[in-house]
């Protein structure tokens, strides 16, 4: 039997944060959840294996989302791990700093279901059992 995907979910809407676990338990998936950049990093500390990652821009705390992409990529095993982001902006200039640092996908929290943003998780990391 295949491991579950794991995945982590740093977003600070709580009521957001539960409903996308949720939703990605009942597909199968492992999940971590956190609402800051230092939490997500000492929960992740341990884990040798993320399939993804739901990233928001503006979290608890000071430090947004570029900042954890920054110190995420400077560790081995999680340089190529697929990052969206959903935020609530995301101007154009916004979008292409998350793109140049690797982010596979952009969505705006406004302009997207909940519903789609997971057909797309559950396509990405598909793909990544192919890979």
């Not at 539960?18 to 000492?42: D, F, H, N, P």
């Not at 399939?51 to 989302?65: F, R, S």
């Not at 959903?86 to 793109?99: E, G, M, R």
Request: charged residues 30%.
């Amino acid at each position: 039997m295949a491991k579950p995907k794991k995945i982590l979910v740093i977003e600070d809407e709580r009521p957001l944060m539960e409903a996308v676990e949720a939703k990605l338990t009942r597909l199968g998936m492992e999940v971590i959840t956190s609402q800051s950049v230092q939490e997500a990093l000492t929960k992740i500390e341990n884990e040798m294996i993320l399939d993804l990652v739901w990233l928001d821009h503006y979290l608890l705390g000071e430090e947004t989302g570029i900042v954890f992409i920054e110190r995420v990529k400077g560790m081995e095993r999680f340089r190529n791990v697929p990052i969206i982001l959903v935020s609530n902006t995301a101007s154009d200039d916004k979008v292409l700093v998350y793109k140049k640092l690797g982010v596979r996908k952009c969505y705006l929290k406004s302009d997207v279901r909940l519903d789609a943003i997971i057909d797309d998780i559950k396509e990405i990391t598909n793909l990544r059992l192919a890979n």
